[in-house]
Protein backbone atom coordinates (compact mmCIF):
# COMPACT_ATOMS: atom_id res chain seq x y z
CA UNK A 1 0.00 0.00 0.00
CA UNK A 2 2.99 2.69 0.23
CA UNK A 3 2.71 3.36 -3.40
CA UNK A 4 -0.43 3.68 -3.63
CA UNK A 5 -0.32 6.03 -0.37
CA UNK A 6 2.90 7.81 -1.94
CA UNK A 7 0.55 8.28 -5.31
CA UNK A 8 -2.25 9.74 -3.00
CA UNK A 9 -0.27 12.40 -1.57
CA UNK A 10 0.53 13.50 -5.02
CA UNK A 11 -2.83 13.21 -5.71
CA UNK A 12 -3.96 15.13 -3.45
CA UNK A 13 -1.33 17.75 -3.06
CA UNK A 14 -3.05 20.50 -5.50
CA UNK A 15 -6.02 20.31 -4.52
CA UNK A 16 -4.95 20.42 -0.80
CA UNK A 17 -1.87 23.30 -0.19
CA UNK A 18 -2.69 22.76 3.46
CA UNK A 19 -0.94 19.46 3.50
CA UNK A 20 2.18 19.45 4.77
CA UNK A 21 4.44 15.73 5.18
CA UNK A 22 6.48 15.02 7.77
CA UNK A 23 8.20 12.00 7.85
CA UNK A 24 10.15 10.29 10.83
CA UNK A 25 13.33 9.81 8.29
CA UNK A 26 11.88 7.26 6.65
CA UNK A 27 10.52 6.31 2.99
CA UNK A 28 13.74 5.52 1.14
CA UNK A 29 12.97 4.49 -2.33
CA UNK A 30 9.23 5.51 -1.70
CA UNK A 31 8.68 8.91 -0.61
CA UNK A 32 11.35 10.68 -3.13
CA UNK A 33 8.43 12.00 -5.26
CA UNK A 34 6.54 13.11 -2.63
CA UNK A 35 9.46 15.67 -1.42
CA UNK A 36 9.63 16.45 -4.57
CA UNK A 37 5.82 17.57 -5.30
CA UNK A 38 5.40 19.40 -1.80
CA UNK A 39 8.83 21.09 -1.42
CA UNK A 40 9.55 23.32 1.50
CA UNK A 41 6.48 21.44 2.93
CA UNK A 42 7.69 17.58 3.53
CA UNK A 43 9.97 17.75 5.84
CA UNK A 44 12.31 14.95 7.68
CA UNK A 45 12.02 15.60 11.17
CA UNK A 46 14.34 12.59 11.76
CA UNK A 47 14.15 9.71 14.57
CA UNK A 48 12.38 11.96 16.81
CA UNK A 49 8.97 11.21 16.39
CA UNK A 50 7.60 12.55 19.92
CA UNK A 51 8.72 16.22 18.50
CA UNK A 52 7.10 14.90 15.14
CA UNK A 53 3.86 14.47 16.67
CA UNK A 54 3.26 17.55 18.91
CA UNK A 55 4.66 19.76 15.87
CA UNK A 56 2.32 18.09 13.60
CA UNK A 57 -0.51 19.17 15.88
CA UNK A 58 0.81 22.81 16.34
CA UNK A 59 0.78 22.39 12.26
CA UNK A 60 -2.94 21.59 12.28
CA UNK A 61 -3.85 24.26 14.67
CA UNK A 62 -2.40 27.05 12.47
CA UNK A 63 -4.54 25.35 9.37
CA UNK A 64 -2.22 23.12 7.89
CA UNK A 65 -3.10 19.04 8.04
CA UNK A 66 0.17 17.35 8.69
CA UNK A 67 0.62 13.22 7.59
CA UNK A 68 2.70 11.93 10.25
CA UNK A 69 4.93 9.05 8.54
CA UNK A 70 7.04 6.31 9.88
CA UNK A 71 7.07 2.82 10.65
CA UNK A 72 3.60 1.75 12.60
CA UNK A 73 5.05 1.41 15.98
CA UNK A 74 7.33 3.88 15.83
CA UNK A 75 4.70 6.82 14.89
CA UNK A 76 2.25 5.44 17.15
CA UNK A 77 3.38 3.66 20.43
CA UNK A 78 6.74 6.17 20.83
CA UNK A 79 4.60 9.24 20.89
CA UNK A 80 1.91 7.79 22.19
CA UNK A 81 1.09 10.84 24.79
CA UNK A 82 1.60 13.50 22.29
CA UNK A 83 -0.66 11.64 20.19
CA UNK A 84 -3.47 12.38 23.25
CA UNK A 85 -2.49 15.66 24.59
CA UNK A 86 -1.68 17.47 21.74
CA UNK A 87 -3.51 16.22 18.62
CA UNK A 88 -6.84 14.16 20.10
CA UNK A 89 -7.39 16.37 23.25
CA UNK A 90 -7.25 18.86 20.92
CA UNK A 91 -9.43 17.45 18.57
CA UNK A 92 -7.01 18.82 15.61
CA UNK A 93 -6.48 17.09 12.17
CA UNK A 94 -3.34 15.44 13.01
CA UNK A 95 -3.06 12.20 10.11
CA UNK A 96 -0.82 9.65 11.22
CA UNK A 97 0.33 6.99 8.90
CA UNK A 98 2.13 3.61 9.92
CA UNK A 99 3.51 1.42 7.79
CA UNK A 100 3.26 -2.37 8.62
CA UNK A 101 0.75 -2.61 10.92
CA UNK A 102 0.12 -6.10 12.41
CA UNK A 103 3.24 -8.29 11.49
CA UNK A 104 3.55 -6.26 8.12
CA UNK A 105 7.68 -6.08 8.60
CA UNK A 106 7.75 -10.04 9.18
CA UNK A 107 11.59 -10.92 10.24
CA UNK A 108 12.36 -7.11 11.34
CA UNK A 109 10.80 -8.43 14.62
CA UNK A 110 9.06 -7.43 17.31
CA UNK A 111 10.16 -3.97 17.59
CA UNK A 112 8.88 -3.20 13.93
CA UNK A 113 5.30 -5.21 14.49
CA UNK A 114 2.74 -3.81 15.77
CA UNK A 115 -0.19 -5.30 16.98
CA UNK A 116 -1.98 -3.16 19.64
CA UNK A 117 -2.21 0.21 17.65
CA UNK A 118 -5.64 -0.36 16.37
CA UNK A 119 -6.37 -1.05 19.91
CA UNK A 120 -4.35 2.18 21.84
CA UNK A 121 -5.57 4.54 19.35
CA UNK A 122 -9.21 3.63 18.90
CA UNK A 123 -10.03 4.93 22.28
CA UNK A 124 -8.55 8.43 22.44
CA UNK A 125 -10.75 11.06 22.37
CA UNK A 126 -11.64 11.89 18.80
CA UNK A 127 -9.51 9.92 16.82
CA UNK A 128 -10.68 7.97 14.07
CA UNK A 129 -8.43 4.68 13.08
CA UNK A 130 -8.52 3.93 8.92
CA UNK A 131 -7.70 0.12 8.10
CA UNK A 132 -7.87 -0.11 4.51
CA UNK A 133 -8.74 -3.96 3.54
CA UNK A 134 -7.24 -3.52 -0.32
CA UNK A 135 -4.71 -1.73 -2.47
CA UNK A 136 -7.20 0.61 -3.95
CA UNK A 137 -8.85 1.43 -0.30
CA UNK A 138 -6.21 3.82 -0.02
CA UNK A 139 -6.82 6.61 -1.99
CA UNK A 140 -10.31 6.65 -1.11
CA UNK A 141 -9.05 6.35 2.49
CA UNK A 142 -7.07 9.36 2.43
CA UNK A 143 -9.92 11.29 0.41
CA UNK A 144 -12.20 10.30 3.67
CA UNK A 145 -8.98 11.07 6.41
CA UNK A 146 -8.47 14.48 4.40
CA UNK A 147 -12.39 15.54 4.72
CA UNK A 148 -11.98 14.26 8.37
CA UNK A 149 -11.81 17.22 10.48
CA UNK A 150 -10.38 15.13 13.73
CA UNK A 151 -7.40 12.80 14.07
CA UNK A 152 -6.65 9.89 12.13
CA UNK A 153 -4.33 7.07 11.87
CA UNK A 154 -4.11 4.90 8.75
CA UNK A 155 -2.65 1.57 8.85
CA UNK A 156 -0.84 0.38 5.81
CA UNK A 157 0.01 -3.38 4.67
CA UNK A 158 -0.05 -5.14 1.81
CA UNK A 159 -3.13 -5.27 0.34
CA UNK A 160 -5.23 -8.01 -0.02
CA UNK A 161 -6.01 -9.79 -3.08
CA UNK A 162 -9.22 -11.83 -3.87
CA UNK A 163 -11.37 -13.40 -6.23
CA UNK A 164 -15.14 -11.53 -5.12
CA UNK A 165 -15.14 -7.63 -5.82
CA UNK A 166 -15.03 -5.55 -3.00
CA UNK A 167 -17.35 -2.10 -2.80
CA UNK A 168 -15.76 1.59 -2.68
CA UNK A 169 -13.81 1.88 1.06
CA UNK A 170 -16.48 2.68 3.83
CA UNK A 171 -16.49 1.70 7.81
CA UNK A 172 -18.32 -1.61 6.89
CA UNK A 173 -18.44 -3.97 3.69
CA UNK A 174 -20.07 -6.93 3.12
CA UNK A 175 -17.77 -9.37 1.05
CA UNK A 176 -19.73 -11.83 0.26
CA UNK A 177 -22.87 -13.85 1.39
CA UNK A 178 -23.22 -17.10 2.96
CA UNK A 179 -25.22 -19.19 5.44
CA UNK A 180 -22.99 -21.58 7.60
CA UNK A 181 -21.30 -18.55 9.71
CA UNK A 182 -20.30 -14.90 10.04
CA UNK A 183 -16.94 -13.79 9.44
CA UNK A 184 -15.90 -10.31 10.46
CA UNK A 185 -12.55 -8.90 10.03
CA UNK A 186 -10.34 -6.04 9.51
CA UNK A 187 -7.30 -4.99 7.29
CA UNK A 188 -6.16 -7.59 4.59
CA UNK A 189 -5.69 -10.74 6.45
CA UNK A 190 -9.28 -10.95 6.13
CA UNK A 191 -8.04 -12.82 2.42
CA UNK A 192 -6.65 -15.71 4.33
CA UNK A 193 -10.07 -16.77 4.78
CA UNK A 194 -11.45 -14.86 1.62
CA UNK A 195 -9.47 -17.67 -0.53
CA UNK A 196 -10.22 -20.53 1.31
CA UNK A 197 -12.42 -23.25 0.03
CA UNK A 198 -14.41 -23.75 3.51
CA UNK A 199 -14.91 -19.83 3.12
CA UNK A 200 -17.34 -20.88 -0.09
CA UNK A 201 -20.73 -20.63 2.14
CA UNK A 202 -19.30 -18.04 4.67
CA UNK A 203 -20.69 -14.73 5.12
CA UNK A 204 -18.37 -12.24 4.74
CA UNK A 205 -17.48 -8.68 6.40
CA UNK A 206 -14.98 -6.05 6.62
CA UNK A 207 -14.61 -3.02 8.99
CA UNK A 208 -12.06 -0.60 8.08
CA UNK A 209 -12.98 2.35 10.29
CA UNK A 210 -12.50 2.67 14.01
CA UNK A 211 -14.14 2.92 16.47
CA UNK A 212 -17.21 1.35 15.75
CA UNK A 213 -20.55 2.60 17.45
CA UNK A 214 -22.74 -0.15 16.06
CA UNK A 215 -23.04 -2.67 13.54
CA UNK A 216 -25.04 -2.74 10.22
CA UNK A 217 -28.52 -4.52 10.44
CA UNK A 218 -27.77 -7.15 7.98
CA UNK A 219 -24.09 -8.12 9.73
CA UNK A 220 -26.85 -8.70 12.89
CA UNK A 221 -29.28 -10.56 10.56
CA UNK A 222 -25.85 -13.15 9.56
CA UNK A 223 -25.11 -13.69 12.81
CA UNK A 224 -28.14 -14.57 14.16
CA UNK A 225 -29.31 -16.58 11.23
CA UNK A 226 -25.64 -18.84 11.22
CA UNK A 227 -25.13 -18.33 14.73
CA UNK A 228 -21.22 -18.36 14.13
CA UNK A 229 -19.56 -15.54 14.28
CA UNK A 230 -15.64 -15.56 13.65
CA UNK A 231 -13.30 -12.53 13.61
CA UNK A 232 -10.22 -12.23 12.33
CA UNK A 233 -8.16 -9.66 13.02
CA UNK A 234 -3.56 -9.18 12.68
CA UNK A 235 -3.85 -7.55 15.74
CA UNK A 236 -4.25 -8.28 19.50
CA UNK A 237 -7.98 -9.13 20.03
CA UNK A 238 -7.57 -7.67 23.64
CA UNK A 239 -8.84 -4.51 23.21
CA UNK A 240 -9.02 -4.99 19.27
CA UNK A 241 -12.38 -6.15 16.86
CA UNK A 242 -13.00 -9.30 18.87
CA UNK A 243 -13.41 -7.02 22.03
CA UNK A 244 -15.52 -4.45 20.41
CA UNK A 245 -17.32 -5.77 18.43
CA UNK A 246 -18.70 -8.51 21.28
CA UNK A 247 -19.91 -5.21 23.20
CA UNK A 248 -21.90 -4.38 20.32
CA UNK A 249 -23.31 -7.39 18.91
CA UNK A 250 -24.16 -8.34 22.97
CA UNK A 251 -27.79 -6.23 23.19
CA UNK A 252 -28.82 -7.70 19.20
CA UNK A 253 -28.12 -10.71 19.65
CA UNK A 254 -31.40 -13.64 19.61
CA UNK A 255 -29.90 -16.24 20.72
CA UNK A 256 -26.45 -18.64 21.98
CA UNK A 257 -23.92 -17.58 19.20
CA UNK A 258 -20.47 -19.70 18.94
CA UNK A 259 -17.51 -17.01 18.73
CA UNK A 260 -14.05 -18.06 16.89
CA UNK A 261 -11.92 -15.57 17.51
CA UNK A 262 -8.63 -15.21 15.71
CA UNK A 263 -6.37 -12.78 16.36
CA UNK A 264 -2.36 -11.80 16.82
CA UNK A 265 -0.98 -13.58 20.21
CA UNK A 266 2.64 -12.43 19.94
CA UNK A 267 5.00 -14.76 19.32
CA UNK A 268 4.06 -18.44 20.57
CA UNK A 269 7.12 -19.77 18.84
CA UNK A 270 9.44 -17.11 20.27
CA UNK A 271 11.03 -17.70 16.59
CA UNK A 272 10.78 -15.09 13.89
CA UNK A 273 9.72 -15.17 10.33
CA UNK A 274 7.84 -13.17 7.02
CA UNK A 275 4.39 -11.80 7.65
CA UNK A 276 2.89 -15.38 6.55
CA UNK A 277 4.87 -17.28 9.07
CA UNK A 278 3.96 -14.93 12.03
CA UNK A 279 -0.36 -15.06 10.37
CA UNK A 280 0.29 -18.59 10.47
CA UNK A 281 1.85 -19.58 13.57
CA UNK A 282 -0.99 -17.12 15.22
CA UNK A 283 -3.87 -19.28 13.39
CA UNK A 284 -4.73 -16.36 11.30
CA UNK A 285 -3.07 -17.89 7.65
CA UNK A 286 -2.02 -21.33 6.39
CA UNK A 287 -2.55 -24.55 7.70
CA UNK A 288 -3.91 -23.55 11.46
CA UNK A 289 -6.08 -21.13 9.86
CA UNK A 290 -8.10 -23.76 7.64
CA UNK A 291 -8.02 -26.39 10.68
CA UNK A 292 -9.76 -23.59 13.47
CA UNK A 293 -12.38 -22.82 10.66
CA UNK A 294 -13.01 -26.92 9.45
CA UNK A 295 -12.99 -27.72 13.35
CA UNK A 296 -15.37 -24.56 14.30
CA UNK A 297 -17.81 -24.98 11.57
CA UNK B 1 -4.86 32.89 43.82
CA UNK B 2 -2.75 29.82 45.05
CA UNK B 3 -4.14 31.46 48.79
CA UNK B 4 -7.84 31.66 48.28
CA UNK B 5 -7.39 27.89 46.19
CA UNK B 6 -5.03 26.70 49.57
CA UNK B 7 -3.18 25.36 46.57
CA UNK B 8 0.74 24.72 46.04
CA UNK B 9 2.86 24.97 43.53
CA UNK B 10 2.89 28.71 44.69
CA UNK B 11 6.66 28.83 44.29
CA UNK B 12 6.91 27.63 40.35
CA UNK B 13 4.91 30.61 39.50
CA UNK B 14 6.87 33.41 41.56
CA UNK B 15 9.45 31.77 40.11
CA UNK B 16 8.11 33.18 36.47
CA UNK B 17 6.17 36.12 37.10
CA UNK B 18 8.31 38.76 35.94
CA UNK B 19 9.59 36.98 32.88
CA UNK B 20 6.12 36.08 31.84
CA UNK B 21 5.29 39.80 32.89
CA UNK B 22 8.11 41.31 30.78
CA UNK B 23 7.37 38.86 27.80
CA UNK B 24 3.76 39.84 27.48
CA UNK B 25 4.02 43.80 28.08
CA UNK B 26 7.03 44.60 26.93
CA UNK B 27 7.99 42.02 24.06
CA UNK B 28 5.29 39.91 22.42
CA UNK B 29 2.63 41.70 19.96
CA UNK B 30 -0.99 40.54 20.47
CA UNK B 31 -0.80 37.95 17.54
CA UNK B 32 2.65 36.52 18.62
CA UNK B 33 1.77 33.34 20.81
CA UNK B 34 3.07 32.53 24.57
CA UNK B 35 3.59 29.06 25.67
CA UNK B 36 3.87 28.09 29.04
CA UNK B 37 4.97 24.70 28.71
CA UNK B 38 5.36 24.35 32.74
CA UNK B 39 2.01 24.11 33.06
CA UNK B 40 2.17 23.80 37.08
CA UNK B 41 2.80 27.83 37.02
CA UNK B 42 -0.72 28.05 35.48
CA UNK B 43 -1.62 30.78 37.75
CA UNK B 44 1.40 33.00 36.21
CA UNK B 45 -0.31 32.67 33.01
CA UNK B 46 -3.58 33.14 34.20
CA UNK B 47 -2.62 36.15 35.76
CA UNK B 48 -1.54 37.85 32.63
CA UNK B 49 -5.10 37.01 30.98
CA UNK B 50 -6.59 38.85 33.73
CA UNK B 51 -4.47 41.63 33.40
CA UNK B 52 -5.07 41.87 29.61
CA UNK B 53 -8.64 41.40 30.65
CA UNK B 54 -9.24 38.07 28.77
CA UNK B 55 -10.10 36.34 32.49
CA UNK B 56 -12.26 38.43 34.82
CA UNK B 57 -11.89 38.59 38.51
CA UNK B 58 -14.60 36.57 38.63
CA UNK B 59 -13.00 33.89 36.83
CA UNK B 60 -10.12 33.89 38.41
CA UNK B 61 -11.44 33.64 41.96
CA UNK B 62 -13.18 29.70 40.41
CA UNK B 63 -8.99 29.17 40.02
CA UNK B 64 -8.56 25.52 41.33
CA UNK B 65 -12.71 24.95 42.55
CA UNK B 66 -15.20 22.49 40.98
CA UNK B 67 -16.53 23.45 37.91
CA UNK B 68 -13.93 25.85 36.85
CA UNK B 69 -11.98 26.47 33.47
CA UNK B 70 -8.80 27.63 35.54
CA UNK B 71 -7.97 23.96 36.31
CA UNK B 72 -4.04 23.76 38.18
CA UNK B 73 -2.74 23.23 34.62
CA UNK B 74 -3.92 25.19 31.41
CA UNK B 75 -6.73 23.55 29.88
CA UNK B 76 -7.80 22.36 26.39
CA UNK B 77 -9.14 24.82 24.20
CA UNK B 78 -11.47 27.19 26.53
CA UNK B 79 -9.04 29.90 26.83
CA UNK B 80 -8.05 32.64 24.80
CA UNK B 81 -4.00 32.98 24.19
CA UNK B 82 -3.63 29.09 25.81
CA UNK B 83 -3.83 27.16 22.33
CA UNK B 84 -2.43 24.24 23.62
CA UNK B 85 -2.97 22.57 27.37
CA UNK B 86 0.18 21.46 29.05
CA UNK B 87 1.63 20.66 32.26
CA UNK B 88 2.83 17.19 31.06
CA UNK B 89 6.19 18.15 31.10
CA UNK B 90 8.58 18.42 27.42
CA UNK B 91 5.62 19.13 25.13
CA UNK B 92 5.92 23.15 25.05
CA UNK B 93 9.23 23.72 23.59
CA UNK B 94 7.76 20.68 20.32
CA UNK B 95 4.06 23.10 20.88
CA UNK B 96 6.36 26.37 19.68
CA UNK B 97 8.70 24.66 17.08
CA UNK B 98 5.53 23.63 15.43
CA UNK B 99 3.72 26.97 15.87
CA UNK B 100 6.79 28.34 14.90
CA UNK B 101 7.29 26.28 11.64
CA UNK B 102 3.69 27.11 10.85
CA UNK B 103 4.62 30.88 10.69
CA UNK B 104 7.91 30.16 8.29
CA UNK B 105 5.60 28.41 6.00
CA UNK B 106 2.73 30.99 6.02
CA UNK B 107 5.51 33.79 6.00
CA UNK B 108 4.26 35.47 8.35
CA UNK B 109 6.24 37.58 11.38
CA UNK B 110 4.52 36.22 14.27
CA UNK B 111 6.84 35.16 17.28
CA UNK B 112 6.24 31.95 19.36
CA UNK B 113 7.53 32.61 23.31
CA UNK B 114 8.05 29.09 25.11
CA UNK B 115 8.76 29.25 28.69
CA UNK B 116 10.20 25.42 30.01
CA UNK B 117 11.12 25.16 33.76
CA UNK B 118 14.83 23.70 33.79
CA UNK B 119 13.31 20.23 35.41
CA UNK B 120 11.90 19.14 31.91
CA UNK B 121 14.71 19.61 30.04
CA UNK B 122 15.24 16.12 31.86
CA UNK B 123 12.69 15.56 28.89
CA UNK B 124 13.93 14.12 25.66
CA UNK B 125 11.16 15.57 23.81
CA UNK B 126 12.98 18.83 25.02
CA UNK B 127 15.97 17.82 23.20
CA UNK B 128 13.92 16.70 20.57
CA UNK B 129 12.49 20.33 19.78
CA UNK B 130 15.46 22.06 20.46
CA UNK B 131 17.61 20.20 17.41
CA UNK B 132 14.20 20.74 15.29
CA UNK B 133 14.32 24.29 16.15
CA UNK B 134 17.86 25.01 15.30
CA UNK B 135 17.92 22.41 12.19
CA UNK B 136 15.14 24.42 10.65
CA UNK B 137 16.55 28.14 11.73
CA UNK B 138 12.66 29.17 13.65
CA UNK B 139 14.54 32.31 14.88
CA UNK B 140 10.76 33.10 14.94
CA UNK B 141 10.73 30.86 18.50
CA UNK B 142 12.18 32.52 21.81
CA UNK B 143 12.64 29.80 24.55
CA UNK B 144 13.33 31.32 27.87
CA UNK B 145 14.03 28.65 30.67
CA UNK B 146 13.24 29.44 34.55
CA UNK B 147 16.28 28.26 35.97
CA UNK B 148 15.37 28.24 39.76
CA UNK B 149 17.69 25.05 39.61
CA UNK B 150 14.72 22.86 41.51
CA UNK B 151 12.95 20.31 40.18
CA UNK B 152 10.23 17.93 41.42
CA UNK B 153 12.24 16.01 43.81
CA UNK B 154 15.61 17.84 44.58
CA UNK B 155 18.07 20.21 42.51
CA UNK B 156 18.28 19.90 39.17
CA UNK B 157 21.99 19.56 39.33
CA UNK B 158 21.67 16.28 42.20
CA UNK B 159 18.79 15.14 39.98
CA UNK B 160 20.64 14.69 36.34
CA UNK B 161 22.93 17.19 35.82
CA UNK B 162 22.10 20.03 33.19
CA UNK B 163 25.63 22.23 33.75
CA UNK B 164 27.36 23.98 31.37
CA UNK B 165 23.14 24.80 30.08
CA UNK B 166 24.29 27.36 28.26
CA UNK B 167 26.82 25.32 26.40
CA UNK B 168 24.89 22.74 25.98
CA UNK B 169 22.14 24.97 24.47
CA UNK B 170 24.86 26.87 22.43
CA UNK B 171 26.12 23.44 20.71
CA UNK B 172 22.46 22.92 19.82
CA UNK B 173 22.77 25.91 17.80
CA UNK B 174 20.75 28.48 19.58
CA UNK B 175 21.93 31.92 20.35
CA UNK B 176 22.18 31.91 24.25
CA UNK B 177 21.97 34.68 26.46
CA UNK B 178 21.77 34.34 30.29
CA UNK B 179 19.74 36.97 32.43
CA UNK B 180 18.38 37.42 35.68
CA UNK B 181 15.07 36.21 35.66
CA UNK B 182 13.32 38.36 38.24
CA UNK B 183 15.07 41.71 36.53
CA UNK B 184 13.12 43.80 34.22
CA UNK B 185 16.50 45.59 32.82
CA UNK B 186 18.23 42.56 32.43
CA UNK B 187 15.23 40.77 30.38
CA UNK B 188 15.18 43.94 28.02
CA UNK B 189 18.80 43.36 27.39
CA UNK B 190 19.05 40.04 26.86
CA UNK B 191 15.69 41.27 24.67
CA UNK B 192 17.97 43.28 22.59
CA UNK B 193 20.29 40.58 22.23
CA UNK B 194 17.74 38.52 20.70
CA UNK B 195 16.34 40.74 18.39
CA UNK B 196 20.07 41.25 16.76
CA UNK B 197 20.36 37.46 16.33
CA UNK B 198 20.03 35.59 12.96
CA UNK B 199 19.61 31.90 14.78
CA UNK B 200 16.66 31.06 17.50
CA UNK B 201 16.97 32.67 20.94
CA UNK B 202 17.20 30.70 24.43
CA UNK B 203 17.39 32.82 27.58
CA UNK B 204 18.47 31.37 30.36
CA UNK B 205 16.58 33.13 33.23
CA UNK B 206 18.01 33.00 36.33
CA UNK B 207 15.36 32.38 38.71
CA UNK B 208 14.88 31.84 42.92
CA UNK B 209 11.71 29.29 43.00
CA UNK B 210 9.43 31.08 45.67
CA UNK B 211 10.91 34.01 45.02
CA UNK B 212 9.63 37.09 47.28
CA UNK B 213 8.15 34.02 49.81
CA UNK B 214 11.26 34.22 52.65
CA UNK B 215 10.67 31.01 54.54
CA UNK B 216 10.70 28.66 51.41
CA UNK B 217 12.67 30.82 49.34
CA UNK B 218 15.05 28.33 46.99
CA UNK B 219 13.27 25.66 48.73
CA UNK B 220 11.50 22.65 47.25
CA UNK B 221 8.59 22.72 50.31
CA UNK B 222 7.84 26.11 47.48
CA UNK B 223 6.62 23.53 45.13
CA UNK B 224 4.21 21.69 46.87
CA UNK B 225 3.42 23.55 49.79
CA UNK B 226 0.24 25.92 49.71
CA UNK B 227 0.14 29.44 51.97
CA UNK B 228 -0.30 30.03 55.72
CA UNK B 229 -2.15 33.00 56.68
CA UNK B 230 0.59 34.96 57.87
CA UNK B 231 2.71 33.52 54.82
CA UNK B 232 0.31 35.38 52.76
CA UNK B 233 1.09 39.24 54.02
CA UNK B 234 4.63 38.69 54.28
CA UNK B 235 4.93 37.64 49.97
CA UNK B 236 2.56 40.27 49.24
CA UNK B 237 4.67 43.26 50.96
CA UNK B 238 8.13 41.18 49.70
CA UNK B 239 6.66 41.33 45.99
CA UNK B 240 5.56 45.43 46.64
CA UNK B 241 9.26 46.13 47.59
CA UNK B 242 10.64 44.35 44.73
CA UNK B 243 7.98 45.60 42.09
CA UNK B 244 8.92 49.30 44.00
CA UNK B 245 12.50 48.58 43.46
CA UNK B 246 12.45 47.71 39.74
CA UNK B 247 10.01 50.15 38.97
CA UNK B 248 12.16 52.81 40.83
CA UNK B 249 15.06 51.92 38.19
CA UNK B 250 13.88 51.81 35.11
Same mark, same amino acid.
Given at each position: ????????????????????????????????????????????????????????????????????????????????????????????????????????????????????????????? /???????????????????????????????????????????????????????????????????????????????????????????????????????????????????????????????????????????????????????????? /???????????????? | ???????????????????????? @????????? +????? %?????? +????????? +????????? @???????????????????????????????????????????????????????? %?????????????? +???????????????????????????? *??????????? @?? @???????????????????????????????????? %?????????????????? *????????????????????? *??
Amino acid at each position: MRVEFADSMIKFADSHPQMVFITGDLGYMALEKVQQKLGEKFINAGVAEQNMVTVGAALAHEGFIPWLYSISPFVTLRPYEQIRNDACLHDLPVKLVGNGGGYGYGIMGATHHNIEDIGALRLLP /NMRVYVPFTASDVEQSIEQMLADPHPNYLRLNQGAKIKYEVAPFTQWRKIKSGTKGTVVGTGPVVENICNLDVAADLEIWVVSIFPINGVPAGLMESINATQKLITIEEHSGECGLRETLSYHIMNHLHGPVKMLALSANGYPSGKYGDQKFHQAE /NNLGGEGLKQQLESFL | MYKAANAGHVGCSLSVAEIITFVR @FNWMHDNDE +IILSK %GHAAAS +IYSMLAEEG +ILSEEDIKT @FYKNNTFLAAHPPVNKIKRVPFATGSLGHGLSIAAGLGLAQKLKKTDKKVFCITSD %GEINEGSTWEAALF +IAHHNLKNVVWLVDRNKLQGFGRTEDVM *KLEPLDKKLEA @FG @FNVIIADGHNFISLEEAKNKALKSDIPTAIICNTTK %GRSWKLYEGKLDSHYLPM *KDDHYDVILAEVEIDYNSQIS *KL
